[in-house]
């Protein structure tokens, strides 16, 4: 008997991916409140952010706890399978996001300590891009879409071009002016941070087009055949 | 009949797990190739990490693919199972850690364009003990020996010491001299690469005890029943 074909696993596996979405949900609106915050000067929102990352933690332990699960009862296979492991790793990168979102909220906390460094720039667009390049990343797994995945990876590069404007920008200010040092320090960490969180949206698409079709695009390797 | 107690799934599991200390081996030696080479300021040698990643890139694809013929064909459970979950988890941080020494080799380039900034700090210090927790992490792995691992989590802390200090440290240089800027704007995204090597060592540690005892240590989380 195909334990997969049970119904109970199905909804199993619904329940799984609305953890994961509600986690990405949650991360999500973490780095897109820091990033608001950072705007707004509200430190007392960024206190709140920086040592709110418990809901994000509670489902990264009973997501992976789901996983296990999955996996010792009903021994799942093929899109299944990787239906699951794919959810271990995003999981993974879920709760990176969050940890991430804790870093930008700190490195923003010490930004308001000093003058403020011009309008900060295209920080603000940077965080719309990786919250949005998120989004995308988790539909796409839901959805199992690898077009839209793709747009997902083909957006990381404007991430990226605009993390090394943003630090050619910084840098200007750094060295006309030592008062600028520390605050600019924190946009450029903000700004990696950023980077980061896109990187881990990459990494999730990258798992959505192994997941659907058993290709790996990771490292532009070769496909691999369908197991 | 029980697979697991096949001989051929012990073989592919200690298969796997060679791969997985391989790969670690590869990535550690190329943390440690990008330390030595910023130290004798070894511009060829820094050239050649940066564009050196595919071996780790290629182990990080062969383990992937191993993990789940694993869990496909042999449906393994309890400590089996969470030991190949664990496997794709490390596997993801070896190759992140494969991807941070790039980044080491890239800063180390630009930092050799300017006038050095003093003796290097203590950048080289934190290289080894980013070094020895990615070893004791994968032993501890290896061996299953979780008080291995809880060594490497204590440890965590020693580096996040050393990046704040070197940060400190560097800050002083900055705001006395604008040419020392760029310099050390480079030794302190060095200092953060090597940093979050640890939390890779971290994350490795974290997913043995898990393995081992079934006991999920992060987040400070209440402990899970085995499964």
New interface residues.
């Given amino acids: 008997m195909d334990q997969r074909a049970l119904p109970h696993f199905q909804e199993e596996l619904q329940t799984l991916q609305q953890r994961l979405l509600q986690m990405g949900g949650l991360a999500e609106e973490r780095v897109r409140a820091a990033i608001a915050c950072l705007v707004s000067g509200d430190v007392d929102g960024l206190d709140a952010i920086a040592s709110g990352d418990?809901p994000v933690?509670?489902l990264?332990?009973e997501v992976?706890?789901r996983?296990?699960?999955l996996?010792?009862l009903y021994?799942p296979?093929?899109v299944d399978?990787?239906a699951i492991?794919a959810a271990?790793?995003i999981n993974?990168d879920l709760e990176r996001v969050g940890d991430l979102a804790v870093s930008i909220a700190e490195a923003a906390r010490r930004y308001m300590l000093h003058p403020p460094v011009k309008q900060l720039i295209d920080i603000p667009r940077m965080g719309d891009i990786a919250q949005s390049m998120l989004r995308d990343a988790l539909d796409a797994f839901v959805r199992r879409d690898t077009s839209m995945a793709q747009r997902v990876l083909d957006e990381d590069d404007t991430l990226d071009a605009l993390k090394s404007q943003i630090f050619r920008e910084l840098?200007t200010y750094?060295?006309k002016d030592?008062v600028a040092?520390?605050p600019a320090?924190d946009l450029?960490l903000i700004s990696r941070h950023l980077e980061r969180i896109g990187d881990h949206a990459t990494n999730i698409a990258e798992d959505v087009i192994f997941m659907v079709s058993a290709r790996?695009v990771?490292?532009q390797?070769s496909p691999?055949p369908d197991?």
């Fill in positions: 418990e933690n509670e990264h332990i992976d706890r996983c296990f699960q996996l010792a021994q296979m093929a399978l990787r492991v271990v790793k993974t840098l750094m060295l030592a040092v520390e320090i450029i790996d990771r490292h390797a691999l197991r």
